[in-house]
C-alpha cells in the first residue's frame, strides 16, 4: 500500500501563556494522498493555519507523529528539516512574503540556491515563464501589483518541484478577479506537476474546486470528506497570465 503524502497521527500542538497552557490543535487524525487536493476551512482560530505550520515543519507538535512524503518530520534536526521543506515543500502565503530588496527572478532563485542548484536562476527565470511574468524579471517586489506579487510567490513555491503544496488563503489580500486568476494559476501548476495540494480558504466556491474538503472546529476535525458527485466536478484549471 502507498504510503500518504501526509499522515498526522494523534497530533497535539500546545502553546503556553501568562494563563496556562492552550490546546491549538487536539488530537488530529489525517491521512493525505498522494496528488490530492483537500481543502482546510472552518471559523477563524480553529486551528487551520496552525495545523498547515505543523505540516511545513515550521512548528514543532507537542505530541503525536507528522508524515511528510514518508518521513517522519519529528526524527530531523532544524537544519535536516530546513532542507527537506526545501527541497520537497512549497508554501504560499496570504501576504505574498517576497523580499522586498530582490528582483523577482532572484526571490524565486532564492530556494533553488538553498538546494544547491547550480542552474538557479535558469530555471527561476522558466518558472515565471510560465506564471506570465517573464517580462518582470528585473522588478521588485514594490514595482509589482497585488496580483503580480502572489504570481511570483507561486513560482518561488513551484520552482524546486515540490511534492507537497501548502497554500494559506492565497487569495486573501487580492480582488475578486486578480484571485481568481491566481487560483486558475496555482490548479494549472498543481495538475501539471501532479503535486498535493492542502489549500486554506474561507470561501466555499474555492473549497470546492478541492476534490476534499477537511473542516475544522476548536482544533479538532470534524468533517473530513469528499465532495459529494451532485457538487461537480472541479472546472478544468486554465494557465491564466493577467493577474
Known amino acids: 500500500m502507498t504510503e500518504p ?8 500542538l500546545t502553546y503556553s501563556n501568562e494563563a496556562g497552557p492552550v490546546e491549538v490543535l487536539r488530537r488530529i487524525e489525517l491521512d493525505v494522498r498522494r496528488g490530492e487536493t483537500v481543502s482546510v476551512v472552518g471559523p477563524s ?15 514543532r507538535a507537542t505530541s503525536g507523529t507528522v508524515g511528510i512524503d514518508g518521513t517522519d518530520l519529528g526524527g530531523l534536526d532544524e537544519d535536516a528539516l530546513a532542507r527537506f521543506r526545501g527541497e520537497r515543500i512549497g508554501i504560499v502565503f496570504q501576504d505574498f512574503h517576497l523580499i522586498p530588496t530582490m528582483s523577482a527572478l ?8 538553498l538546494a544547491g542548484r547550480r542552474d538557479a536562476f535558469e ?45 494559506d ?6 480582488d475578486g478577479n486578480t484571485g481568481e ?3 486558475e494559476l496555482l ?27 477537511v473542516r475544522l472546529a476548536d482544533g479538532q476535525i470534524v468533517d473530513d470528506g469528499t465532495i459529494s458527485a451532485a457538487a461537480g466536478e472541479p472546472p478544468e484549471p486554465q494557465l491564466a497570465t493577467g493577474a
Do not use: W
Open 181 to 183: 486568476k491566481v487560483i
Open 45 to 59: 482560530g480553529s486551528g487551520k493555519s496552525s495545523m498547515m505550520m505543523v505540516m511545513a515543519g515550521l512548528e
Open 169 to 174: 488563503e492565497p487569495t486573501g489580500n487580492l
Open 5 to 12: 503524502m501526509i499522515r498526522l497521527n494523534d497530533l497535539v
Open 106 to 113: 532572484e526571490n524565486v532563485a532564492v530556494p533553488l540556491e
Open 123 to 167: 530555471q527561476a527565470a522558466e518558472t515565471l515563464q510560465q506564471v506570465g511574468l517573464d517580462h518582470r524579471l528585473t522588478h521588485y517586489p514594490g514595482q509589482l501589483s497585488g496580483g503580480e506579487q502572489q504570481r511570483v510567490a507561486l513560482a518561488r513555491a513551484f520552482a524546486v518541484q515540490p511534492r507537497l503544496l501548502l497554500a
Open 187 to 213: 490548479f494549472d501548476l498543481v495538475t501539471h506537476q501532479g503535486t498535493t495540494l492542502v489549500l486554506i480558504t474561507h470561501d466555499p466556491s474555492l473549497a470546492q474546486r478541492c476534490s476534499r474538503t
